[in-house]
């Protein structure tokens, strides 16, 4: 069995190679025989188009999600799911998702924020670790106030915001 490293879980396991074959991708620029996921990630971005780089980025931040939910006994998404789910927003509208990852042992979480327009274009994004772990709905919800934040910050009006914790959005 391989060790489970950040390329593993992008690219070597058997889920993302099926979800890198359904993607709109070139082959050439995913197909590589890299160790290290940084100089992965430069490849690619050497090899593709904008567009693609931040369809190629988010299909990691799909996969990364779905590794997660397995390793915490959530439910998982088929390979074609992990790539076709998202679609872009109306011309003139902007769609903020976000998400929130927490690490028991280490007693943090991560959140991550991404806008993007009706092409699919990463306009703006928001990271932030939180020292802190309170429990997951509280941790969600903290994503969801920073991405509401982050559509503050921006002055849009027009905003879609999709997040995973369905408590946490019906009750907004």
């Known amino acids: 069995m391989e060790p489970e490293t950040i390329m593993h879980c992008l690219f070597h396991c058997h889920v993302p190679r099926q979800v890198w074959a359904l993607s709109n991708l070139p082959f050439s620029a995913v197909n590589r025989r890299i160790s290290n996921a940084v100089a992965w990630f430069r490849v690619v971005r050497n090899e593709v188009f904008a567009d693609l780089f931040d369809f190629f980025l988010t299909v990691c931040w799909s996969l990364w999600f779905y590794r ?10 088929i390979p074609l799911d992990i790539v076709c789910s998202w679609e872009t ?9 976000f998400d929130a990852a927490i690490f028991a042992k280490e007693n943090k979480a991560r959140i991550s924020i991404i806008a993007r327009d009706y092409r699919g274009t990463c306009i703006a994004w928001h990271t932030e670790v939180l020292d802190w772990v309170l429990n997951p709905k509280e941790v969600e919800a903290r994503a969801t106030l920073l991405a509401c934040w982050l559509c503050r910050e921006c002055s849009w009006s027009k905003v879609a915001i999709e997040g995973k914790c369905l408590a946490v959005i019906q009750a907004l």
């Open 89 to 97: 927003p109306e011309r003139g509208w902007i769609k903020v998702n």
């Open 68 to 77: 997660n939910n397995n390793l915490f006994g959530k439910d998982i998404a």
